[in-house]
């Protein structure tokens, strides 16, 4: 159906920047909402940036706003998250995911999304 792997994770320093890159293969015409979910220890998966396959609409977390932004290659078959003046508070582990259905509805809740990668940690520190 899909896979998605993710890359780009790290250690920087608060004030920093990653990007994050997520490659879906297999039948990509599935991921009509593409996201990313992050995770921290002893906290639950919340939500943080998506985006739609027909028309790159983009939707944040407040906690995101003006600091990062999710975007998708032309073939709409990778997906990036450039994050920008990082905190200490982004540290997580951060999962690539995608979902066949297309509406908006539910976009910010997990258990919405089909498909997950095995996520990759991000560690900044302070």
């Known amino acids: 159906q899909v896979q998605l792997v993710e890359s780009g994770g790290g250690l920087v320093q608060a004030g920093g920047s990653l990007r994050l890159s997520c490659a879906a293969s297999?039948?990509?015409?599935?991921?009509?909402?593409m996201g990313w979910f992050r995770q921290a220890p002893g906290k639950e998966r919340e939500f943080v940036a998506a985006?739609?396959?027909?028309?790159?609409?983009?939707y944040y977390a407040d906690s995101v706003k003006g600091r990062f932004t999710i975007s998708r290659d032309n073939a709409k078959t990778t997906m990036y998250l450039q994050m920008n003046n990082l905190k200490p508070e982004d540290t997580a582990v951060y999962y690539c995911?995608?979902?066949?259905?297309?509406?908006?509805?539910?976009?910010?809740?997990?258990?919405?999304?089909?498909?997950w990668g095995q996520g990759t940690q991000v560690t900044v520190s302070s």
């Open positions: 985006i739609t396959r027909s028309d790159d609409t983009t």
């Open positions: 297999g039948r990509t015409f599935l991921t009509y909402v």
């Open positions: 995911t995608a979902d066949p259905t297309r509406t908006i509805v539910n976009m910010r809740v997990h258990a919405r999304y089909a498909y």
